[in-house]
T-cell receptor, first 113, second 115 residues
Framework: QKEVEQNSGPLSVPEGAIASLNCTYSDRGSQSFFWYRQYSGKSPELIMSIYSNGDKEDGRFTAQLNKASQYVSLLIRDSQPSDSATYLCAVNIAPDSNYQLIWGAGTKLIIKP | DAGVTQSPTHLIKTRGQQVTLRCSPKSGHDTVSWYQQALGQGPQFIFQYYEEEERQRGNFPDRFSGHQFPNYSSELNVNALLLGDSALYLC??????????????FGPGTRLTVL
């Protein structure tokens, strides 16, 4: 059973601080990794994709991938109340298919003013 | 640039009925994936359509079926509805011919309630 694990939270972070979200996955052959943000009652919104080991930065967001440890994380700098949402980690299944994504259940993030 | 659209927004059905949900992909995208998301869970992959054919299917019964049209829009059909089918149904579009095939962009979803 191929799985993606996330801490369900809630993770409470003061406004202006760094929020750190973590995700582990079971399929060692996975090649593509995604972070989505989902506000309550809305659909997931893509934040970032990452394919190679190391860090990838986009504005206040940094994704970190460590394939040896089967671990991907998302850092949010200068957290804002509008960042309060559920963050979903998604990983592709390999080698069976490059098309199917397996999703974690999400981490609920609360940014406190 | 039009994003992914879905209809209807909300739907209420009774057990045993059939439902059809619709999706139009983002401009320039040719691949449509359907997901079911129960409350408090991550999306569960139902199937993906590319070139009017089902390319990949998740662990869902045959009551779930779909179709893709020449203009890349897609339908999800669910027969013999069960209470457990109540969920948010998400459509995601992507480009099927490149690595970005798995960079998926979601529509607003259809909230299905089965009574």
């Amino acid at each position: 059973q191929k799985e993606v694990e996330q801490n369900s939270g809630p993770l409470s972070v003061p406004e202006g601080a760094i929020a750190s979200l973590n995700c582990t996955y079971s399929d060692r052959g996975s090649q593509s990794f995604f972070w989505y943000r989902q506000y309550s009652g809305k659909s997931p919104e893509l934040i970032m994709s990452i394919y190679s080991n190391g860090d990838k930065e986009d504005g206040r967001f940094t994704a970190q991938l460590n394939k040896a440890s089967q671990y991907v994380s998302l850092l949010i700098r200068d957290s804002q109340p509008s960042d309060s949402a559920t963050y979903l980690c998604a990983v592709n299944i390999a080698p069976d298919s490059n098309y199917q994504l397996i999703w974690g259940a999400g981490t609920k993030l609360i940014i406190k003013p | 640039d039009a994003g992914v659209t879905q209809s209807p927004t909300h739907l209420i059905k009774t057990r045993g009925q059939q439902v059809t949900l619709r999706c139009s992909p983002k401009s320039g995208h040719d691949t449509v994936s359907w997901y079911q998301q129960a409350l408090g869970q991550g999306p569960q992959f139902i199937f993906q359509y590319y070139e009017e054919e089902e390319r990949q299917r998740g662990n869902f019964p045959d009551r779930f079926s779909g179709h893709q049209f020449p203009n890349y829009s897609s339908e999800l059909n669910v027969n013999a509805l069960l209470l457990g089918d109540s969920a948010l149904y998400l459509c995601a579009s992507s480009r099927g011919s490149a690595r970005d095939t798995d960079t998926q962009y979601f529509g607003p979803g259809t909230r299905l309630t089965v009574l």
